[in-house]
């Protein structure tokens, strides 16, 4: 089973849904450590994708990745725009215009992606920040496209786990990037709004996949 803009433009649209469903999710957890935005910038910035999607639609998966990641640069506000529109477009020049993504080639687009969010940000594991969900994910679809039997459903359901598991992880941490930095050892105890946020895009991807 290969992966084509079918799915691209499904996993997009169950991201807005996602969203959608954990909006106020996302506020809550972002009032705790930062600015209370995150929810909104992120529901707003995939609707905005949808409406992209729809004007003008997408021929390839890198083609559907290019354009979710210039409409997030340019209608998500705070840190996320750039952080996750940078990830989607370093997926997308992974890609390139291949009409259809293998286990490896997948593997290597959320690498891809995971490196354009440590690039723009400048942060690492255990920064208490996105990336706390990226890089388990990727070394995850890494290791399941690496051994030879895991198809591309089986790199996206370990990337999503993988994900699900770091952003749960980022609770005890105390945060060192971001505005939840400024808290100090009262950051601790929370979860890190961008990482709960990609894991619900990783698991969209599965989805879309299943």
Known sequence: MMLD???AVKWLTMCA????????????????I?????????????QAVLDKLAEAPPETPGAALKLTAMTLMSKVG???????GTAFLRASTFLGDAAEVDPAALAGALLAARDGIVARGK?????????????????????????GSGNVLAVLVAAAEAAEAGAVATDP???????????????????DPGA???????????????
């Open 5 to 7: 803009v079918k799915w």
């Open 17 to 32: 849904q996602a969203m959608a469903e954990h909006r106020v999710e996302l506020i809550e957890l972002d009032r705790a």
């Open 34 to 46: 930062g600015d209370s935005d995150h929810g909104e910038n992120m529901d707003r910035g995939f």
């Open 173 to 191: 941490l105390v945060a060192r990037k971001g505005r939840a930095s400024y808290l100090g050892e009262r950051s601790a105890g929370h979860r």
């Open 123 to 147: 942060a690492e594991s255990g920064d208490k920040t996105m990336v706390d969900a990226w890089t388990p994910a990727a070394e995850a679809a890494q290791a399941v496209a690496a051994g």
């Open 196 to 210: 709960a946020s990609s894991a619900l895009i990783l698991r969209a991807a599965a989805g879309a996949a299943a």
């Open 78 to 84: 705070g840190a996320a725009g750039p952080l996750y």
